[in-house]
């Protein structure tokens, strides 16, 4: 079983919609939890953290469940410019090693 | 400011053959790591260099593949003997792990090296 785990999609949506990724970690004793960004053929980017009691900027939401060992990502009012693989990580338990999920692609379209 | 380099972008090599992928971190971060990510997966952790040792090498596949980072900046992952399944794009990262603890160091990715084995 992989450590970090989450649907690949792709999640097809039009413009203005509301799409949530979700994602489940085998670690309890993970501490720190991420959504990174990846453009096509690009390299990953730190998109927010996720923290416990939950975090919003602008139109990204992102939740964490411990007990349920799950995080989410919420993106309200979809743009075009939102297509792109979203990269589950999870910052391995006293190290400083990412682990990270397959990604879930998402496609905006018009 | 400039961000990690990583070079060449492309590299391919055939079956058996040796290569090294270099990576220059963001002036002044201290930690860098390597990373694979092969096609339709996430990226997987190889090695983190914390300085000039390696602080964290449980990535590495096997003993075909070796990194350095001499001078503490510059790191060069070397892998021998190729083989096909060592397709993929090779990905670098630093951080400057001086936030305290409980903070997150952010990891800044490379553009990356493809690598394909013919």
């Known amino acids: 079983r992989k450590e970090v785990e989450q649907d690949p999609g792709p999640f097809n949506v039009p413009e203005g919609a509301t799409v949530a990724f979700n994602c489940t970690y085998s670690?309890?004793?993970?501490?720190?939890f991420f959504w990174y960004r990846q453009d096509c053929r690009k390299e990953p980017k730190l998109l927010m953290s996720v923290y416990s009691s939950g975090n919003e900027d602008g139109r990204f939401t992102a939740q964490l469940n411990r007990a349920s060992q799950y995080i989410s990502l919420l993106i309200r009012d979809s743009k075009l410019s939102d297509s792109a693989t979203y990269l589950c990580?999870?910052?391995?338990?006293?190290?400083?090693?990412?682990?990270f999920g397959t990604g879930t692609r998402l496609q905006v379209f018009p | 400011g400039a961000g990690v380099s990583q070079t060449p972008s492309n590299k391919v090599t055939e079956k058996g053959k040796y290569v090294e992928l270099r990576c220059d971190p963001i002036?002044?971060?201290?930690?860098l790591y390597w990373y694979r990510q092969s096609l339709g997966q996430g990226p997987e952790f190889l090695i983190y260099?914390?300085?000039?040792?390696?602080?964290?090498d449980s990535g590495l596949p096997n003993d075909r593949f070796f990194a350095v980072r001499p001078e503490g900046s510059v790191s060069t992952l070397k892998i021998q003997r190729t083989e096909r399944g060592d397709s993929a794009v090779y990905l670098c990262?630093?951080?400057?792990?001086?936030?305290?603890?409980?903070?997150?160091?952010?990891?800044?990715f490379g553009p990356g090296t493809r690598l394909t084995v013919l």
């Open positions: 670690n309890s004793a993970s501490q720190s």
């Open positions: 260099f914390q300085g000039t040792g390696a602080a964290d």
């Open positions: 990262a630093s951080s400057d792990p001086t936030r305290g603890p409980g903070s997150y160091n952010e990891q800044f």
């Open positions: 990580v999870v910052l391995s338990y006293n190290t400083d090693k990412l682990i």
């Open positions: 002036s002044g971060h201290t930690a």
